[in-house]
T-cell receptor, first 113, second 116 residues
Framework: GENVEQHPSTLSVQEGDSAVIKCTYS??????FPWYKQELGKRPQLIID?????GEKKDQRIAVTLNKTAKHFSLHITETQPEDSAVYFC????????????FGKGTKLSVKP | ETGVTQTPRHLVMGMTNKKSLKCEQH?????MYWYKQSAKKPLELMFV???????ENNSVPSRFSPECPNSSHLFLHLHTLQPEDSALYLC???????????????FGPGTRLTVL
């Protein structure tokens, strides 16, 4: 079945710096790659997603890139702020009959003021 | 209330108890999901209901029993749980279309379950 690897598991940056989180997936038929942010004690919330027919997508300080050939996608956060501190999960929607989301293990991002 | 709601938010139960978790979505979606979130593990998909029909059961032990009476409500019945079942149980919903479509999953706030 589909497997999603996410790195790093923890990331600490200074306010204003950039943060990059990387994920790889195994199912070449996967076609949808969302990123969720989960603040402490709260529910996961979608922050950005990308479809397999697009290589890059940007929304203000957040961008996601997709390399279908290498089967990896990345989240880029620029000009980080303390409120960006949270756990970030990548996910891949498989190409199988159900196509359910498979999540990575998460990256705990800490932004130090 | 809007979005996806879950009750109770916290639950402590003994191994011999029977309890149920409830999820309700107010988004008009046709698919609902149960996930288990444990420390240092990825979100684990447990069950999927699409148009009220269970379409996925990821080898979940029979002590977890889902029920989906309609497209807006989802229950998870718990019986004879083990301490290792302690986790955050998240419900989610989405609007699914044809095979291969992709739509955002909206999560509920979760139920923090502790099994003594």
């Amino acid at each position: 079945g589909e497997n999603v690897e996410q790195h790093p598991s923890t990331l600490s940056v200074q306010e204003g710096d950039s943060a990059v989180i990387k994920c790889t997936y195994s199912d070449s038929a996967s076609n949808y790659f969302p990123w969720y942010k989960q603040e402490l004690g709260k529910r996961p919330q979608l922050i950005i997603d990308i479809r397999s027919n697009v290589g890059e997508k940007k929304d203000q300080r957040i961008a996601v890139t997709l390399n279908k050939t290498a089967k990896h996608f990345s989240l880029h956060i620029t000009e980080t702020q303390p409120e960006d501190s949270a756990v970030y999960f990548c996910a891949s929607k498989g190409g199988g009959s159900q196509g359910n989301l498979i999540f990575g293990k998460g990256t705990k991002l800490s932004v130090k003021p | 209330e809007t979005g996806v709601t879950q009750t109770p938010r916290h639950l402590v139960m003994g191994m011999t108890n029977k309890k149920s978790l409830k999820c309700e979505q107010h988004l008009g979606h046709n698919a609902m999901y149960w996930y288990k979130q444990s420390a240092k593990k990825p979100l684990e998909l447990m069950f999927v209901y699409n148009f009220k029909e269970q379409t996925e059961n990821n080898s979940v032990p029979s002590r977890f029993s889902p029920e989906c009476p309609n497209s807006s409500h989802l229950f998870l019945h718990l019986h004879t749980l083990q301490p290792e079942d302690s986790a955050l149980y998240l419900c989610a919903s989405s609007q699914e279309g044809v095979r291969g479509s992709y739509n955002e999953q909206f999560f509920g706030p979760g139920t923090r379950l502790t099994v003594l």
